[in-house]
C-alpha cells in the first residue's frame, strides 16, 4: 500500500498563492506518476495537473494551465501543486493520486491507484 498525505491547503483570497504537497510512503515514490485531482461541492472530480515518474513530463487541465505548476522531488517523496492567481472557482477539495509506472491517460481519474485524503481549498472573491 501507499499512503498519500495532502497538506497545503487553506482559505486565500481571489489572486493570492497557495502551495499544495502531498507526501508518499510505503512504496517507492519514483516509480509512480502522480497527479492532483479537486472536487468542487455538487460537482464530479476533476483533473488539474500530472506529472511523469522522472518529473520530465507534466499535464495540465485547460483552466489551470498557466497559473499552476506540477513538481516532484524523488528524493524527499512529495510533489507539489504552486497554484498562482487563484479565481474563487478553484475552490474545491485537492486530491493527489498515483500510478505506478505512469499512464497514457493521466487525466483519468480511474487510472490511479493510491488516493490521498484531500485538502480543502477556498478562493474568496
Known amino acids: 500500500q501507499m499512503q498519500l498525505v495532502e497538506s497545503g491547503g487553506g482559505l486565500v483570497q481571489a489572486g493570492g498563492s497557495l502551495r499544495l504537497s502531498c507526501a508518499a510512503s510505503?512504496?517507492?515514490?519514483?516509480?509512480?506518476?502522480m497527479a492532483w485531482f479537486r472536487q468542487a461541492p455538487g460537482k464530479e472530480r476533476e483533473f488539474v495537473a500530472a506529472?511523469?515518474?522522472?518529473?520530465?513530463?507534466?499535464y495540465y487541465a485547460d483552466s489551470v494551465k498557466g497559473r499552476f505548476t506540477i513538481v516532484r522531488d524523488n528524493a524527499k517523496n512529495t510533489m507539489y501543486l504552486q497554484m498562482d492567481s487563484l479565481r474563487p472557482e478553484d475552490t474545491a477539495i485537492y486530491y493527489c493520486a498515483a500510478k505506478r509506472l505512469g499512464t497514457s491517460y493521466p487525466d483519468r481519474s480511474s487510472e490511479y491507484d493510491y488516493w490521498g485524503q484531500g485538502t480543502q481549498v477556498t478562493v474568496s472573491s
Open positions: 510505503g512504496r517507492t515514490f519514483s516509480s509512480y506518476a
Open positions: 506529472i511523469t515518474t522522472s518529473g520530465g513530463y507534466t
